[in-house]
């Protein structure tokens, strides 16, 4: 098991085991640079993805240069399509249609947001669902939540991987999931009900969510609120995956500084969690991970090939 765990003297509050993200990351890239190596040995075929850029958001560019760079590191073609701001809806469709056919790309990725002129759910709508490894398009969205194979949202499947890696089986647990977004609410609830177990799904409008979460087995939490849920209300050895990443001030650091911090309150939530994930080196590395797994995936799919082994949900 990739976490790493923390000891405890008798008698002192429990403190968690921090599940390193990055250690189980790091070794999700090396199995999918592993079966990519093999699949160009055995078959010729290197898996490709393309990548579309509209406009010149700064994270965005952050992003995606570390996704062009891990996936040549796993062996992969990386296509990137950088556009300018002003490019219409009509166009990127256009080029969204030309990468489905290319049969060298097997996975089309378009980062967003995307400018304001552009629908995104019209985009997101004319990829190809077997290359679409962000796994938003509708056909994903109804495959995912019936029970059959998709393609999955990223950052869900690398909270799955995450549980999967910490407790082999999530049969029977209670886990609650705190958000009800498209991209990492929804579909983490339909892959928690799809590894069997009961799942709570809290939002906005929910009238006691530290009643609930003190109930859980697992906590899944998604808002975009720092420090929403407090050690008081997890389950004593209950799992907390924070999926939140804020940025507040850090006068701490000086004048103007900023740190990044989780939906969680870590300091009181990892004394009476069993497992918790830090913010930033938890959820956050096994994003570009399972872009990669998906890729992987997608590629074989598409070419009638065997799944990879421990990659997909």
Same mark, same amino acid.
């Given at each position: 098991?990739?976490?790493?765990?923390?000891?405890?003297?008798?008698?002192?509050?429990?403190?968690?085991?921090?599940?390193? #993200?990055?250690?189980?990351?790091?070794?999700?890239?090396?199995?999918?640079?592993?079966?990519?190596?093999?699949?160009?040995?055995?078959?010729? +075929?290197?898996?490709?993805?393309?990548?579309?850029?509209?406009?010149?958001?700064?994270?965005?560019?952050?992003?995606?240069?570390?996704?062009?760079?891990?996936?040549?590191?796993?062996?992969?073609?990386?296509?990137?399509?950088?556009?300018?701001?002003?490019?219409?809806?009509?166009?990127?469709?256009?080029?969204?249609?030309?990468?489905?056919?290319?049969?060298?790309?097997?996975?089309?990725?378009?980062?967003?947001?995307?400018?304001?002129?552009?629908?995104?759910?019209?985009?997101?709508?004319?990829?190809?669902?077997?290359?679409?490894?962000?796994?938003?398009?509708?056909?994903?969205?109804?495959?995912?939540?019936?029970?059959?194979?998709?393609?999955? &949202?990223?950052?869900? $499947?690398?909270?799955?991987?995450?549980?999967?890696?910490?407790?082999?089986? $999530?049969? #029977?647990?209670?886990?609650?999931?705190?958000?009800?977004?498209?991209?990492?609410?929804? &579909?983490?609830?339909?892959?928690?009900?799809?590894?069997?177990?009961?799942?709570?799904?809290?939002?906005?409008?929910?009238?006691?969510?530290?009643?609930?979460?003190?109930?859980?087995?697992?906590?899944?939490?998604?808002?975009?609120?720092? /420090?929403?849920?407090?050690?008081?209300?997890?389950?004593? /050895?209950?799992?907390?995956?924070?999926?939140? +990443?804020?940025?507040?001030?850090?006068?701490?650091?000086?004048?103007?500084?900023?740190?990044?911090?989780?939906?969680?309150?870590?300091?009181?939530?990892?004394?009476?969690?069993?497992?918790?994930?830090?913010?930033?080196?938890?959820?956050?590395?096994?994003?570009?991970?399972?872009?990669?797994?998906?890729?992987?995936?997608?590629?074989?799919?598409?070419?009638?090939?065997?799944?990879?082994? #421990?990659?997909?949900?």
């Amino acid at each position: 098991m990739a976490a790493k765990i923390i000891e405890t003297k008798a008698g002192e509050p429990m403190t968690a085991k921090i599940i390193d #993200g990055k250690a189980i990351a790091a070794e999700m890239r090396a199995e999918v640079a592993k079966q990519v190596a093999k699949l160009k040995a055995d078959h010729g +075929i290197t898996p490709g993805l393309a990548v579309i850029l509209v406009g010149e958001d700064p994270a965005s560019e952050v992003y995606v240069r570390s996704k062009n760079r891990m996936t040549v590191e796993a062996g992969m073609k990386s296509v990137e399509h950088r556009l300018d701001e002003s490019t219409t809806e009509e166009e990127l469709l256009a080029l969204i249609a030309k990468l489905n056919a290319d049969p060298e790309i097997h996975g089309i990725l378009v980062q967003l947001p995307l400018p304001k002129h552009i629908d995104e759910g019209s985009v997101i709508n004319a990829l190809d669902p077997s290359k679409d490894v962000d796994g938003f398009h509708i056909s994903n969205v109804g495959r995912l939540n019936t029970g059959l194979k998709s393609m999955v &949202p990223c950052t869900p $499947l690398g909270c799955l991987m995450m549980l999967r890696d910490l407790h082999g089986s $999530l049969a #029977g647990m209670d886990a609650l999931v705190i958000g009800r977004s498209n991209i990492v609410g929804k &579909p983490m609830a339909a892959l928690l009900l799809n590894d069997s177990a009961t799942v709570t799904v809290a939002h906005a409008r929910t009238k006691d969510v530290a009643d609930l979460c003190r109930r859980s087995d697992i906590v899944v939490v998604a808002v975009g609120r720092p /420090g929403l849920v407090k050690g008081e209300w997890i389950k004593p /050895g209950a799992t907390v995956i924070d999926v939140g +990443i804020n940025r507040v001030p850090a006068p701490d650091l000086g004048e103007g500084k900023t740190r990044i911090v989780g939906d969680c309150e870590f300091e009181s939530c990892s004394k009476v969690a069993g497992a918790i994930t830090p913010v930033p080196g938890g959820v956050g590395p096994m994003t570009i991970a399972c872009l990669l797994a998906n890729t992987l995936t997608a590629c074989c799919r598409i070419n009638g090939l065997p799944e990879p082994e #421990g990659l997909t949900a």
